[in-house]
């Protein structure tokens, strides 16, 4: 019959459609995944309007519909005795359960249908967990909500995905332990398991904007994981949570060296873990054992430095330092957080060693880092915090002249090195007043007539200026040097400079005159 609806379809067939909606629940098991399947594509049909009635036939009681899939199915359905599919799939099949969906939608909430119908599943696996608590019981759960919730219709765009990790999150707390001891154990554990799980997807995101949101995501994950693992090195460790430590141990690892991308991340939750987690000395000679079996990650990265936090982790100073050989400059930041981690447990010995070795590298480093200011305060920072040899130090103030002109120049006069701090400031042009911060007095008590050149510098500076305050403030200099000259006993000397100033400055009127004033003659 043709020009027949829906609506008026089930004016007749309510009951018997109900009838089949039973049998189906009864037929398909929640949590099986040939099952969920069936129901995801079903769902599907229906909400992409791929389901149409094509004929009913009253007196018989039947009715055709067909379901735009690949290949076009043809359900026909006898409403007193059951539905049949021209597909050679299965005895309920894909296209009978859209038809069925599509039925029962006229009746009542099709989404309710299949939240109750999946509910018994959670019921069941809820129940089962709890009674058997294990890591994998845990995994299947994660891995069942991920494809369900996240995966199948948001792994197209991180932004959805994210949005959906949060109902995600909401459900697994279904499961988690209800017991205080357990509860950071539990969510270390799921985290991990969804890096896992979803690791793929991100990788297949190509976008940039995407990708950045990824990053960010990934950062704030392994910065909640970090504080995790200081929690459940904090509390005692009972027997029954063994397997749920040594499954988070694989987690981690599987991370680095099986996973792709985003290997900055990926070596900062591995480096966490070592550190924060995995603190026993038998588990740290194990994992460097392996480390030292295998060179790199799956996708291509060296794990060197991750060896040389076990050998700085078990205090194998010496295996370190002998991995440092013409260390590459790009390489150096993440030498330099070695270094500082080094610090901040206390290792200053092992650190400054560390440093020492690594100063070449750093002067490279620093003739192509773009960001040379925040690296040079790092560097100072550290600097005080060692215990550098004298050679060490020289070589780094030299290197950072003139940042260091400070500390420089405090070494060179407790060491009464006079002439080179004279040097030093003249090579860098020190104005007088920044000299004296720099222990100017201290070096003219000691030795007057070596920084004659700096001031000799500094007179010339003002008086190019070209202005009376300038004049004035040469002419100030000038009479310390005098009375320098005259400490050195130089008479002669400072005469024939004064001379030599005023003729080569004689045009200079009002120089001259403020040189009248200053009686700089001895």
Avoid at 18 to 28: E, G, H, T
Avoid at 87 to 99: E, F
Avoid at 308 to 321: I, K, N, V
Wanted: glycine letters at 2%; charged letters at 25%.
């Amino acid at each position: 019959m043709k020009g027949m609806t829906v609506q008026r379809l089930l004016t007749f067939y309510e009951e018997p459609v109900q009838d089949f909606m039973k049998q189906l629940d009864q037929d398909l098991l929640a949590g099986v995944a040939q099952d969920d399947s069936l129901v995801r594509s079903a769902q599907s049909f229906v909400r992409n309007g791929a389901v149409q009635l094509v004929d009913y036939a009253p007196v018989r009681h039947e009715a055709d519909f067909v379901v735009r899939d690949v290949q076009d199915a043809y359900v026909h359905v006898s409403f007193y005795e059951q539905l049949s599919c021209s597909c050679s799939g299965r005895k309920t099949c894909r296209h009978q359960a859209a038809v069925l969906f599509y039925l029962y939608q006229h009746i009542d909430s099709l989404s309710e249908w299949v939240k109750a119908w999946r509910s018994k599943a959670d019921r069941q696996s809820i129940s089962e967990i709890q009674n058997n608590r294990t890591p994998l019981a845990w995994e299947q759960y994660a891995n069942t909500l991920l494809n369900q919730l996240v995966i199948q219709d948001h792994a197209s765009s991180f932004f959805l995905m994210e949005f959906a990790l949060g109902d995600y999150k909401r459900q697994m707390q279904r499961i988690r332990p209800l017991e205080r001891e357990w509860h950071v154990l539990f969510d270390s554990s799921v985290t991990l398991m969804t890096l896992i799980k979803l690791w793929p997807t991100f990788n297949s995101f190509s976008r940039e904007n995407e990708r950045g949101r990824v990053r960010y995501y990934l950062d704030e994950t392994i910065q909640d994981l970090k504080h995790q693992f200081k929690q459940l090195h904090g509390q005692p460790r009972f027997f029954a949570a063994d397997p749920f430590y040594e499954r988070i141990e694989r987690y981690v690892k599987y991370l680095l060296t099986d996973a792709e991308g985003y290997f900055s991340q990926r070596s900062e939750l591995y480096t966490h873990y070592w550190t924060e987690l995995g603190t026993q000395k038998q588990a740290r000679v194990k994992e460097l054992d392996f480390l030292e079996k295998h060179s790199e990650t799956k996708d291509g990265h060296s794990l060197l430095q991750l060896r040389q936090l076990f050998y700085f982790q078990l205090g194998q100073t010496e295996r370190l330092l002998a991995t440092m050989k013409d260390v590459p400059a790009e390489e150096v930041s993440s030498y330099l957080s070695l270094i500082q981690f080094a610090i901040e447990q206390h290792e200053i010995q092992m650190a400054t060693q560390l440093f020492e070795r690594l100063l070449p590298a750093i002067e490279t480093f620093l003739d192509t880092e773009v960001r040379a200011s925040r690296l040079i305060y790092t560097l100072r920072t550290m600097e005080r915090q060692l215990d550098l040899s004298d050679t060490a130090k020289l070589q780094f103030y030299r290197m950072l002249i003139p940042f260091t002109l400070e500390p420089y120049s405090g070494y060179l006069i407790d060491n009464e090195r006079y002439e080179e701090w004279a040097d030093l400031h003249l090579y860098c042009q020190s104005g007088i007043t920044y000299a004296e911060t720099c222990g100017l007095d201290l070096v003219k008590e000691h030795a007057p007539f070596v920084v004659m050149p700096l001031y000799h510098l500094n007179v010339v500076r003002e008086i190019n200026e070209k202005k009376r305050d300038s004049y004035k403030q040469a002419v100030r200099h000038l009479k310390k040097m005098k009375q320098l000259a005259k400490a050195a006993n130089e008479t002669v000397y400072w005469n024939q400079y004064v001379q030599e100033i005023r003729e080569k400055f004689r045009r200079l009127r009002a120089f001259q005159q403020e040189m009248e004033k200053g009686n700089l003659a001895l």
